[in-house]
């Protein structure tokens, strides 16, 4: 056992994000090609005389200590070991909220992950599956791999893949959006000639074209809360050496793919100059985290 394990909780991006149709119990069927990026939010869980939750950093003031999922997490555990956990739990918040990222779930899953590993917990084979009621990207995010996520979320294909080296950078207006009411107010599109995923299109020299060939169903929408997103992915695309610009979730982050750190980096400094209030992080695709 270890008495104390701190972990990157990565932020998620979703390459594409095609809505296919609502089912009956009010989710949405989607296919996304979702990875991480080598930013994010940081747990660190270490065991005490009595529980505790705290939470620092850039944006910890917008969270909640008593209405959080890393909490919904802790009693995930503490019914599957049938005791109370005794531990303290710091969070530092560096993203953004409600953001498209996934923070909140890629905390979850991350606690749960440190959980896992502090206590020796041995986790069925169908383990990943219970996630789901947490969430829906939390199961992708317990497996801190690149997938194919389909079905509501919880259908999860890890892949290997040969972008993991491209260049990312990240921008937020910070302007918080609501997943709920895009969902609500979202209108499925309809599709002729849908390109399937195929491990085909992973080879670097398709991925861009494939990647090209997709969208973010969610972007229209999302438009409607915040125009910045409409001005963010106009400078992306239009002034600099991008590969693929998109939104990533339910926004209002969006991203950028860059072949090298001088486009990479000449795409900051526009940012920085255009936009002196925004988020504005330089990063890079991870296919894979260790996670136990």
């Given amino acids: 056992m270890n008495d104390d394990v701190t972990k990157l909780s990565p932020a998620k991006i979703n390459l594409y994000l095609e809505v296919l149709e609502k089912t009956p119990n009010g989710y949405h069927n989607i296919e996304s090609l979702m990875t991480f990026c080598d930013v994010g939010d940081i747990i660190r869980i270490k065991k005490a005389k ?23 997490s802790v009693a995930f555990i503490e019914r599957l070991l049938n005791k109370n956990l005794n531990i303290h739990i710091n969070l530092t918040k560096n993203l953004p909220i409600s953001s498209g990222m ?12 440190c959980l896992i590993e502090m206590f020796n917990i041995n986790c069925k084979k169908d383990f990943h599956h219970s996630l789901f009621s947490l969430g829906a990207d939390i199961p992708f995010c317990f497996f801190r791999n690149s997938a194919l996520v389909t079905g509501n979320g919880e259908n999860v294909l890890k892949i290997k893949n040969n972008y993991q080296n491209f260049f990312v950078l990240l921008v937020n207006p910070l302007i918080e959006i609501s997943t709920k009411k895009i969902f609500e107010e979202l209108t499925i599109p309809r599709r002729k000639g849908l390109t399937i995923f195929n491990e085909k299109f992973l080879s670097r020299a398709k991925i861009i074209d494939f990647l090209n060939s997709k969208k973010n169903d969610l972007e229209k929408q999302a438009i409607t809360q915040c125009e910045e997103i409409k001005n963010i992915l106009y400078v992306l695309k239009n002034e600099t050496n991008s590969l693929l610009s998109r ?3 339910s926004g209002a982050t969006c991203f950028a793919l860059f072949e090298n750190e001088k486009d990479l980096d000449s795409a900051d400094r526009i940012f920085r100059n255009k936009f002196k209030n925004f988020w504005v992080k330089k990063t890079k695709i991870v296919n894979s985290f260790d996670t136990l």
Wanted: charged share 20%; glycine share 14%; no cysteine.
């Fill in 50 to 72: 009595n529980f505790k939750f705290t939470i620092d950093g850039p944006f910890s003031k917008k969270l909640s200590l008593k209405d959080n999922v890393v909490l919904k």
């Fill in 102 to 113: 996934g923070g909140g779930s890629s905390n979850a899953a991350t606690v749960i992950l």
């Fill in 247 to 249: 939104m990533t979730g």
